[in-house]
């Protein structure tokens, strides 16, 4: 029961890190269902369900939008902190129904923790697509789909088998490390060179080393 109340927390609040809206709203749905509690009444009311609908949508604009999702990330962190804390007292109270429950604290200490370390990563890995293709071309908007449907499938999962979905958000955190490490490694191949001076990796259209000032020859020509 303990192994499963962590994996539960862990994962939804991973979820809410992704998708923060999208995650209040399936975890209002299973309140006003019944099938897990709510620790804010507004959220199973219909006042708060057509809010975070609203909210939803608000927020797939801006994941397909690199504009907009430029602006929302000047609070995508507060935000998406405030909603994986939210969603582990979610979990907290459902556990503390059926008798096992983690230290109010502690739950939404973890759940903030989980959800900003998760958005962090996927920003990073949304920043390396950045300028990839456009619109329906782009690997950034193929990914922001790919991360809804995730995110749809895994809330079932946090309920009918919370480990099961843990796994999932593990395996799916560490390929976006990999794919991180991957492309940075790419472009330090493809567009840096040593500088001849100091040996710093200066990029192929710089003129002036940034490590040690020193002047060097272009290599490309931007334009």
């Known amino acids: 029961m303990i192994v ?17 809206s999208l995650t209040l709203l399936g975890l209002a749905i299973a309140a006003r269902t019944g099938i897990m509690g709510a620790p804010e009444p507004w959220m199973g009311s219909n006042v708060g369900l057509g809010i975070l609908l609203a909210l939803v949508v608000l927020e797939e604009l ?3 939008d690199e504009d907009l999702q430029a602006l929302f990330d000047l609070f995508a962190y507060a935000l998406r902190a405030g909603a994986g804390a939210l969603t582990a007292a979610t979990i907290q109270d459902t556990a503390g129904a059926a008798g096992v429950a983690l230290p109010d604290w502690g739950a939404a200490l973890a759940g903030a923790t989980v ?26 908007t193929w990914l922001a789909w790919l991360e809804l449907g995730g995110v749809l499938g895994l ?3 946090v309920v009918l088998a919370p480990v099961l979905a843990l796994g999932f958000v593990m395996v799916a955190s560490v390929g976006g ?10 472009e330090d191949r493809l567009r840096r060179r040593d500088c001849p001076s100091c040996a710093a990796r200066v990029r192929v259209e710089a003129r002036v080393c940034p490590g040690c000032r020193a002047a060097v020859p272009v290599e490309r020509w931007l334009g």
């Open 155 to 157: 809330m079932v999962a």
């Open 177 to 186: 490390v990999v794919a991180i490490f991957a492309r940075r490694a790419a």
């Open 4 to 20: 499963e109340l962590l994996a539960r927390t862990l994962a939804s609040s991973a979820l809410a890190g992704t998708r923060s």
């Open 62 to 64: 801006a994941e397909q």
């Open 115 to 140: 959800a900003t370390a998760t958005h962090h990563l996927r920003a990073q890995l949304h920043q390396q697509l950045e300028g990839l293709g456009d619109s329906v071309l782009s690997p950034r």
